[in-house]
C-alpha cells in the first residue's frame, strides 16, 4: 500500500490543521511514511510525567491516536475529518522519559473503515512499552 502524501505534505497539514500536535513546542515529529506505516516520535518532557517520573497513560494514548491518523492520512489524502471509533490499548512496560517512537502499520484500509496497530517504544532502549490497535471512521467522498 502507497502512501499517497509525502513526509512533507503530511508536516505542512498537521502544522496548519493541528498546531496542537506539530506545533513548536509540542515535542511532536514526524520522521518517517513507508509502505502502509509511518513513524513518529515525541519528546515526553515533565508536562507528560505523572508522579513517579513516568510518562502519563494519556500521552501515550495521545501518541499513539495521533500516529494512527497520520498514517491513514499518509494513505488516503488530507481528511481531517477522519476520526477515531474505537481504541485499544495495552500499556506493557513503564515508559522511561524522553524520546518515544511510534511505529504505525495500515492493518486494513478500506473505504468506510481503517484499522491500525502503533507499538510504542522508548528509543534509548527501544522496547515496546505500550501497543495499541485503533479502528478510524472515513467519512464518505463528497
Given at each position: 500500500?502507497?502512501?499517497?502524501?509525502t513526509?512533507?505534505?503530511?508536516?505542512?497539514?498537521?502544522?496548519?490543521?493541528?498546531?496542537?500536535?506539530?506545533?513548536?513546542?509540542?515535542?511532536?515529529?514526524?520522521?518517517?511514511?513507508?509502505?502502509?506505516?509511518?513513524?513518529?516520535?515525541?519528546?515526553?518532557?515533565?508536562r507528560?510525567?505523572?508522579?513517579?517520573?513516568?510518562?502519563?497513560?494519556?500521552?501515550?494514548?495521545?501518541?499513539?491516536?495521533?500516529?494512527?491518523?497520520?498514517?491513514?492520512?499518509?494513505?488516503?489524502?488530507?481528511?481531517?475529518?477522519?476520526?477515531?471509533?474505537?481504541?485499544?490499548?495495552?500499556?506493557?512496560?513503564?515508559?522511561?522519559?524522553?524520546?518515544?517512537?511510534?511505529?504505525?502499520?495500515?492493518?486494513?484500509?478500506?473505504?468506510?473503515?481503517?484499522?491500525?496497530?502503533?507499538?510504542?517504544?522508548?528509543?534509548?532502549d527501544?522496547?515496546?512499552?505500550?501497543?495499541?490497535?485503533?479502528?478510524?471512521?472515513?467519512?464518505?467522498?463528497?
Amino acid at each position: 500500500m502507497k502512501p499517497v502524501m509525502t513526509l512533507h505534505e503530511l508536516q505542512s497539514f498537521l502544522t496548519d490543521e493541528f498546531p496542537q500536535v506539530m506545533g513548536p513546542d509540542s515535542g511532536f515529529t514526524l520522521d518517517a511514511v513507508g509502505d502502509g506505516s509511518i513513524t513518529m516520535k515525541l519528546i515526553a518532557a515533565d508536562r507528560h510525567l505523572r508522579p513517579g517520573g513516568t510518562v502519563s497513560g494519556p500521552t501515550l494514548f495521545t501518541l499513539a491516536d495521533v500516529s494512527a491518523y497520520v498514517a491513514i492520512l499518509a494513505h488516503i489524502g488530507p481528511v481531517a475529518l477522519a476520526v477515531t471509533t474505537n481504541m485499544s490499548i495495552n500499556f506493557l512496560i513503564k515508559p522511561p522519559p524522553g524520546t518515544l517512537v511510534a511505529k504505525a502499520s495500515i492493518l486494513k484500509l478500506g473505504k468506510r473503515l481503517a484499522v491500525v496497530e502503533v507499538a510504542i517504544s522508548g528509543k534509548a532502549d527501544a522496547r515496546t512499552v505500550c501497543h495499541a490497535v485503533a479502528t478510524y471512521s472515513i467519512p464518505p467522498e463528497r
